[in-house]
């Protein structure tokens, strides 16, 4: 039989802001997954927590978790208890197994806004649960528990996995780095006869655009510092030698980024993932702040780095985004596309010779890490002849291919277990008595 919330639970708002929280003796519940403390508490009971806010936010609903807890304890102010009136009618824990894996259909549609999304605490009231008798709700909660062990247990070999994918996707780029994945054509151009060429082309550019200070050499490259062999095509050389690097801007202080569409994106840290930019969430900026920072973007011919706080991480610049202001915590850069081959570059940054070389780099400004321009300059960069280049790209394309594909079917696995989980308990909800 089905009953609303309202009529069996009573629904309390929680009433501690999680910046006013006084580290203390009792758990404080709050959206992640982390709990913190506080030094009183507001419930003494068993209960369920339901979120009042989207775990995402920014005009999505979602919700990760309704939450068990009981005894004593405080609850953050974007959450509420849901306490049964009577534990001998219904178990606090059967209504949190309930409500949690059927929270897509009973919860996240029932929030409401269009940018900040929320869920009234009078639809909770609303919402309607099955309530079977008190020996069934302790079958449920005891085949959860049985249940999520054995998820859990095909969760930890999922991310096993992921990460043996991962460590064979360096590998890869590893001999890449190396001169290992693809043979040598002795009729390519040599690597010192490239870097002439780009380092002819960089000054012919800076006297173009009237440059006159000249360029800071770099520092040359001892014996020690090479890793380890190259091909006798390739050579050893300092990124700086072959890119241009410049940085981002940061708005002035108190200036706020636009949510509303204008003529001029402002590209953040967190738009960059997975080797691009993301437009989930795009930010903008004013035409008086694009005036004062306008000379600060980057190009879809560059590539971009992160500098600060998460360090090294590379990508390209979708066509969508070409012209954009670029943040101070990320650099970009520029080279001349006929001479280096921008994909290529884009790999060997990401390998684990370039991204230790960034991390080493690295040095810590207040509360976290920043990497200098400068420093970026000098990491050492092993320069393949141009068709080599080429060759190396289309192999590892062709290569991470495969471990793309496994990695789907991995992905597909996991989510596939997922459903079967919910689909059992979904029938032991719905199987009567």
Same mark, same amino acid.
């Given at each position: 039989?089905?009953?609303?919330?309202?009529?069996?639970?009573?629904?309390?708002?929680?009433?501690?802001?999680?910046?006013?929280?006084?580290?203390?003796?009792?758990?404080?519940?709050?959206?992640?997954?982390?709990?913190?403390?506080?030094?009183?508490?507001?419930?003494?009971?068993?209960?369920?927590?339901?979120?009042?806010?989207?775990?995402?936010?920014?005009?999505?609903?979602?919700?990760?978790?309704?939450?068990?807890?009981?005894?004593?304890?405080?609850?953050?102010?974007?959450?509420?208890?849901?306490?049964?009136?009577?534990?001998?009618?219904?178990?606090?824990?059967?209504?949190?197994?309930?409500?949690?894996?059927?929270?897509?259909?009973?919860?996240?549609?029932?929030?409401?806004?269009?940018?900040?999304?929320?869920?009234?605490?009078?639809?909770?009231?609303?919402?309607?649960?099955?309530? !079977?008798?008190?020996?069934?709700?302790?079958?449920?909660?005891?085949?959860?528990?049985?249940?999520?062990?054995?998820?859990?247990?095909?969760?930890?070999?999922?991310?096993?996995?992921?990460?043996?994918?991962?460590?064979?996707?360096?590998?890869?780029?590893?001999?890449?780095?190396?001169?290992?994945?693809?043979?040598?054509?002795?009729?390519?151009?040599?690597?010192?006869?490239?870097?002439?060429?780009?380092?002819?082309?960089?000054e012919a550019l800076r006297q173009?655009?009237?440059?006159?200070?000249?360029?800071?050499?770099?520092?040359?490259?001892?014996?020690?510092?090479?890793?380890?062999?190259?091909?006798?095509?390739?050579?050893?050389?300092?990124?700086?030698?072959?890119?241009?690097?410049?940085?981002?801007?940061?708005?002035?202080?108190?200036?706020?980024?636009?949510?509303?569409?204008?003529?001029?994106?402002?590209?953040?840290?967190?738009?960059?993932?997975?080797?691009?930019?993301?437009?989930?969430?795009?930010?903008?900026?004013?035409?008086?702040?694009?005036?004062?920072?306008?000379?600060?973007?980057?190009?879809?011919?560059?590539?971009?780095?992160?500098?600060?706080?998460?360090?090294?991480?590379?990508?390209e610049v979708p066509e969508k985004?070409?012209?954009?202001?670029?943040?101070?915590?990320?650099?970009?850069?520029?080279?001349?596309?006929?001479?280096?081959?921008?994909?290529?570059?884009?790999?060997?940054?990401?390998?684990?010779?370039?991204?230790?070389?960034?991390?080493?780099?690295?040095?810590?400004?207040?509360?976290?890490?920043?990497?200098?321009?400068?420093?970026?300059?000098?990491?050492?960069? !092993?320069?393949?002849?141009?068709?080599?280049?080429?060759?190396?790209?289309?192999?590892?394309?062709?290569?991470?291919?495969?471990?793309?594909?496994?990695?789907?079917?991995?992905?597909?696995?996991?989510?596939?277990?997922?459903?079967?989980?919910?689909?059992?308990?979904?029938?032991?909800?719905?199987?009567?008595?």
């Amino acid at each position: 039989m089905k009953y609303r919330l309202g009529d069996i639970c009573s629904i309390t708002k929680g009433a501690t802001g999680i910046m006013k929280a006084v580290p203390g003796e009792y758990e404080m519940v709050t959206l992640g997954e982390e709990h913190k403390t506080h030094n009183e508490y507001q419930f003494d009971a068993k209960a369920v927590i339901i979120p009042l806010v989207s775990s995402t936010g920014h005009g999505h609903a979602s919700m990760k978790h309704v939450k068990y807890c009981e005894g004593k304890f405080a609850l953050g102010t974007i959450l509420c208890a849901v306490i049964p009136h009577d534990e001998n009618f219904v178990l606090a824990k059967y209504l949190r197994i309930y409500l949690h894996w059927n929270r897509e259909e009973l919860l996240v549609s029932q929030m409401k806004g269009m940018a900040n999304v929320s869920l009234p605490m009078n639809r909770i009231a609303n919402v309607e649960v099955i309530v !079977p008798s008190i020996e069934k709700q302790q079958y449920i909660v005891d085949l959860e528990a049985k249940l999520v062990k054995k998820g859990d247990a095909l969760d930890r070999l999922f991310a096993e996995q992921i990460t043996q994918l991962e460590n064979l996707t360096q590998a890869i780029l590893q001999e890449a780095v190396q001169g290992k994945l693809v043979p040598q054509d002795p009729n390519d151009e040599p690597a010192t006869e490239l870097l002439k060429r780009i380092k002819e082309e960089k000054e012919a550019l800076r006297q173009a655009q009237g440059t006159k200070r000249k360029e800071k050499p770099l520092p040359p490259i001892k014996p020690e510092e090479i890793p380890f062999e190259i091909p006798d095509s390739w050579m050893w050389c300092r990124l700086g030698e072959i890119v241009d690097i410049k940085g981002g801007k940061r708005v002035r202080n108190g200036y706020k980024l636009l949510k509303n569409p204008t003529d001029h994106i402002y590209i953040r840290v967190t738009d960059m993932k997975n080797g691009s930019i993301s437009d989930n969430d795009i930010h903008y900026i004013d035409k008086n702040m694009f005036e004062v920072i306008k000379q600060y973007t980057i190009k879809k011919e560059d590539l971009y780095i992160t500098i600060a706080g998460t360090i090294g991480k590379v990508g390209e610049v979708p066509e969508k985004f070409d012209g954009a202001n670029l943040t101070e915590n990320a650099a970009k850069l520029f080279f001349d596309n006929v001479l280096l081959n921008k994909t290529w570059l884009k790999n060997i940054l990401t390998s684990e010779h370039c991204q230790f070389q960034f991390l080493d780099k690295a040095k810590k400004v207040t509360a976290q890490p920043k990497l200098a321009l400068t420093r970026i300059a000098t990491v050492l960069i !092993p320069l393949p002849p141009l068709l080599e280049q080429k060759r190396i790209v289309a192999e590892i394309e062709k290569q991470l291919a495969k471990t793309e594909q496994l990695k789907k079917y991995i992905t597909s696995n996991q989510e596939a277990t997922e459903q079967l989980l919910k689909a059992l308990l979904h029938e032991a909800f719905e199987g009567g008595k």
